[in-house]
């Protein structure tokens, strides 16, 4: 891949990084409401915790997001394209 080594990572600006982090957020609420809540609370939902189990499948997704920007970040060139409008 030609220019696959140029430029620099978009970093803290990719948008990867923006959801991980929302889903990190609203994941960690999740758990916590889903450890605290009264266990007439789960009853509701045929004894499944839906919150325990929903903010632990979005921390793992926000770690699944982590893990693919870590692995192909994307890379912004140094130099803007020559778009040819002169």
């Known amino acids: 891949m030609p220019g696959r080594g140029s430029g620099h990572t978009a970093g803290a600006f990719d948008i990867r990084s923006v959801i991980a982090l929302l889903f990190v957020i609203y994941g960690a609420v999740l758990v916590v409401v889903g450890v605290v809540q009264p266990h007439a609370e789960i009853e509701k939902s045929a004894g499944v915790n839906i919150n325990l189990w929903a903010g632990v499948g979005m921390l793992v997704?926000?770690?699944?997001?982590?893990?693919?920007?870590?692995?192909?970040?994307?890379?912004?060139?140094?130099?803007?394209?020559?778009?040819?409008?002169?």
Do not use: S
């Open 61 to 86: 997704f926000a770690a699944a997001f982590v893990v693919w920007a870590r692995l192909r970040p994307i890379r912004v060139p140094d130099e803007p394209a020559e778009t040819g409008e002169h």
